[in-house]
């Protein structure tokens, strides 16, 4: 088999390496990952030898950029990098600003070694090698690569260390933020839009409370409640894959061929019950969303104002913990009230029913500072509350 790249050939301390473009089905079929494992040297000896470089494959990641591929914005910008030597019959030449690799594929087919890109390289299937254009015409999905040739393992391991060493995970409040720039709606979108306004209202139970894009807006300022947290809670109630919903509505504003048939998915009765906000979400009816979200948290405030009070650092209600717990509880509620007909799908509750429903349950404000601070406090939180509602 005769693979012909058009590349750069780019020179470095580290040695010489080449930068070019290859179609993801092709790079697929010749790459794995060189990964991690531990051997003992002998049954006598507890000795362990590191071998390989590479960490094993997480497949709820793998999974987040499969859907990821198959969305019509996907893009991977910054290359894949691989190592390839020249072993058995594996032949490599640097012609014309070609880089040619030559070798037997019935004798051997994963020639290169993933140093970097292992999770985005295993998110393609057959599904996704190819995708479609504007007109519905097919194309091949292509990735930009970094080959190390002829590379030993302690070069290998160490562009390994540096790339991962020198990356920084983005903070995922400001992945949301950048969201909001989008100009399509997503259930992601509008999540984040509710708590910008609720953070910056007067009167909101959440005005200056929210940590937005990971970093306090002052010093002076405590924001015991994460962006990240509200929108991930919030999206729960509206989507059970945001993702594709996003892709959709993009697909379709953007007239795209493959979607003007297509429909979306979760309308029937029992999901539109499991997610008691998507049908307004599709009726571009956000304010109701946020008005529910608005009365349902200052009912919070009234039954249990110095637990939500963020100045209270003994209480676990006012911080991030509790929200979720609240937010689970507040679909809880929602849901409760579609099944035994008390609202529509519009959500359009009688004054003051929030406020009515968790006064009922007799919870007392030191209740919530008697539990950690630790993420299974959450789950103990709506269990009990949750529970009271069901004797009730």
């Known amino acids: 088999m005769k693979i012909v790249i058009d590349a750069i050939k780019i020179s470095q301390p580290v040695g010489d390496f080449y930068y070019g473009k290859i179609n993801a089905e ?51 910008p910054n290359s894949i990098i691989i190592a390839i030597n020249e072993e058995g019959s594996v032949n490599i ?47 091949d999905f292509e990735l ?9 393992m302690s070069v290998q391991a160490k562009v390994f260390s540096m790339v991962n060493q020198n990356q920084t995970k983005v903070n995922k409040s400001l992945v949301y933020d950048l969201e909001s720039l989008s100009k399509s709606r997503s259930p992601w979108k509008t999540s984040h ?34 962006q990240a947290a509200f929108v991930d809670n919030l999206v729960k109630l509206i989507s059970p894959i945001p993702q594709e919903d996003r892709n959709c509505i993009l697909g379709k504003d953007k007239a795209f061929f493959s979607f003007n048939n297509k429909k979306f998915k979760f309308f029937d009765d029992e999901s539109l019950i499991k997610y008691p906000f998507r049908k307004l979400f599709f009726g571009n009816e956000d304010k109701f969303i946020l008005k529910v979200i608005f009365d349902f948290f200052i009912a919070v405030e009234s039954v249990w104002p110095k637990s939500w009070d963020k ?27 579609l099944n035994n007909d008390i609202v529509t799908l519009e959500l359009k509750f009688k004054p003051m029913y929030f406020e ?19 993420s299974k406090s959450s789950s103990q939180i709506f269990k009990d509350l949750s529970n009271k509602l069901n004797k009730n």
Do not use: C, M
């Open 26 to 76: 092709l790079l697929f079929k010749i790459s794995e990952a060189d990964v991690r494992r531990l051997e003992s040297e002998s049954e006598e000896r507890d000795v362990e030898n590191y071998l390989g470089i590479q960490r094993p494959l997480k497949n709820n990641r793998v999974n987040e950029i499969k859907n990821y591929i198959s969305t019509l914005d996907a893009t991977f």
């Open 93 to 139: 030449s640097w012609e014309d600003n070609k880089l040619i690799i030559e070798f037997d594929s019935n004798e051997q087919s994963k020639i290169a070694n993933i140093l970097d890109g292992q999770h985005r390289l295993a998110g393609f299937d057959a599904d996704n090698f190819t995708f479609e254009d504007f007109k519905g015409e097919k194309k």
């Open 144 to 152: 930009l690569v970094t080959i190390f040739v002829n590379a030993n």
């Open 193 to 226: 839009l509710i708590a910008v306004y609720l953070n910056s209202k007067h009167g909101s139970p959440f005005y200056h409370r929210i940590k937005r894009l990971g970093v306090k807006s002052k010093k002076d300022e405590v924001e015991p409640l994460t």
């Open 311 to 337: 100045l209270n650092v003994a209480s676990v209600l006012n911080k991030t913990v509790g929200l979720i717990a609240l937010f689970r509880l507040l679909g809880y509620i929602v849901k409760d009230a």
């Open 356 to 374: 009515e429903i968790l006064s009922s349950l007799e919870i007392d404000e030191s209740y919530f500072e008697n539990l950690d601070a630790v």
